[in-house]
């Protein structure tokens, strides 16, 4: 069941990225310095593999957030969506930071990146403390 479990927030996380980065696609691209074609769209945006890639690494994700969530005893669907919240705050962002930082980029591509993993993360928590 906790693979099943697994799966279903990595999906959720994914989905609610597709919403975010839908909602915030101009001024992330233009944070990103992601190059576009005359149609406003980043050249590779028909390439299967950087959803690839994101599938892959939010399950990932979720797996190693079920084990921390399950080797720390934290039981309900609350405190599991506050766990996700406190991953994607202080893990996840942070680094997030430090790349953006040694790189140049703009403190609005930290914000961007940095809300979707705290709000994705809060997501698969939830969803791992209702299985």
Same mark, same amino acid.
């Given at each position: ?68 969530? @399950?080797?720390? #005893? ?9 766990? $996700? !919240?406190?991953? %994607?705050? *202080? ?19 930290? @914000?961007?990146? #940095? ?9 698969? $928590? !939830?969803?791992? %403390?209702? *299985?």
């Amino acid at each position: 069941m906790q693979f099943v479990a697994v799966i279903v927030a990595a999906l959720a996380s994914f989905g609610f990225g597709a919403l975010w980065y839908g909602m915030l696609s101009r001024p992330w691209m233009a944070a990103s310095g992601v190059s576009v074609g005359p149609d406003g769209r980043p050249p590779n945006s028909s390439s299967p593999m950087p959803y690839l890639i994101s599938l892959v690494a939010m399950l990932l994700v979720a797996g190693m957030m079920r084990h921390v969530l @399950a080797s720390s #005893g934290v039981t309900t669907a609350g405190a599991a969506m506050v766990s $996700g !919240l406190g991953i %994607g705050a *202080f893990f996840i962002t942070p680094w997030i930071a430090l790349n953006n930082a040694y790189t140049m980029r703009p403190l609005a591509l930290t @914000a961007i990146d #940095g809300g979707y993993a705290i709000i994705g993360c809060g997501i698969m $928590g !939830l969803i791992l %403390g209702l *299985f």
